[in-house]
């Protein structure tokens, strides 16, 4: 079945960028010209989905601003007659099919996503974090989209880590089945390093089956008081068996103040506009250090 349906949690208050994301959501700092929300957007609708929901919290309005038309700021370029910032403008009003919903309390992801029950109905989905920006082609969950399709089982995005990441993330217990795929049979949220299954950890991308909603709602309370999807996922790798996929793109954890400068570097090098001032500035800067 191709998915269709993708969700974004967008509710996170952003605490590790502080003060940046005091009153700007994290998912809107920018990466060179444009907000992190729109590259996981513009990923999504390069994998063939069609319909969006962004879940939000209070004071995250300006994600739904970003998204829709700006008459007043369109007609003003339209009128300098530069056409290309035009059609830049309202492409991106023009995306996907983008709906928005609250998670009025935050408390955590397996929460935010079963706040989407409704807008996914019988069919299985895509959960693209709002934190993790993935550059690069193919689009990394078009790359989970096509293994749900190949295996028929929910499918999680995975990335080899150190183990001074894997304590902070997940630990999977994978097994290679060709190339980029794996088999998960197990997972564990935030383990030590002495119950760890393995460096594997699900980095911002996964694909699941509609049972996940029934499974979170007889999900405990987790880590941090918070309703863990990952413990809910591990439910369903212990139930059905998972798909792990080693993506191909680059991923930046943009709730992260290093992670905000490596994407910013690194995309600003690739721009078409900005990359060879970038590179030069660099290169100079670096004899300074």
């Given amino acids: 079945m191709r998915i269709k349906k993708a969700i974004i949690p967008a509710a996170g208050l952003g ?28 990923e999504a609708v390069r994998a063939g989905i069609t319909d969006i929901l962004i879940i939000t919290n209070r ?35 023009d995306l996907a099919n983008i709906y928005y919903i609250r998670q009025k309390v935050t408390r955590g992801l397996g929460d935010a996503v079963l706040r989407a029950r409704e807008f996914v109905g019988s069919e299985p989905f895509a959960v693209l974090y709002g934190d993790d ?50 088999s998960v049979s197990d997972m564990i949220e935030k383990p030590s390093l002495d119950t760890k299954f393995s460096n594997f950890a699900i980095l911002g991308r996964c694909v699941l089956d509609n049972e996940i909603f029934d499974i979170l709602e007889k999900t405990p309370v987790g880590v941090g008081g ?4 990952t413990d809910a996922m591990r439910t369903l790798a212990l139930k059905y068996g998972m798909i792990g996929v080693d993506f191909s793109g680059v991923r930046y954890d943009m709730g992260n103040k290093f992670g905000i400068l490596k994407a910013n570097i690194e995309a600003g090098l690739a721009h078409p506009e900005i990359g060879k001032q970038l590179k030069d500035y660099i290169r100079e800067l670096a004899k300074t250090l």
């Fill in 226 to 229: 918070e309703l863990q999807l």
């Fill in 15 to 42: 605490t590790r960028v502080l003060p940046a994301s005091k009153a700007l959501p994290k998912e809107m700092l920018p990466i060179v010209d444009k907000p992190a929300i729109q590259y996981i957007v513009e």
């Fill in 133 to 182: 920006v993935i550059i690069g082609e193919p689009p990394a969950i078009g790359e989970l989209c096509e293994a749900y399709e190949k295996y028929g089982k929910s499918v999680v995005g995975i990335k080899e880590v150190s183990d001074e990441f894997i304590v902070k993330y997940s630990s999977l217990k994978v097994e290679s089945l060709d190339g980029k795929n794996y």
């Fill in 59 to 93: 004071g995250k309005g300006v994600i739904e601003d970003h998204f829709d038309h700006s008459i007043e700021l369109e007609a003003m370029i339209e009128k300098r007659g530069n056409t290309e910032l035009l059609k830049t403008l309202r492409d991106v009003a």
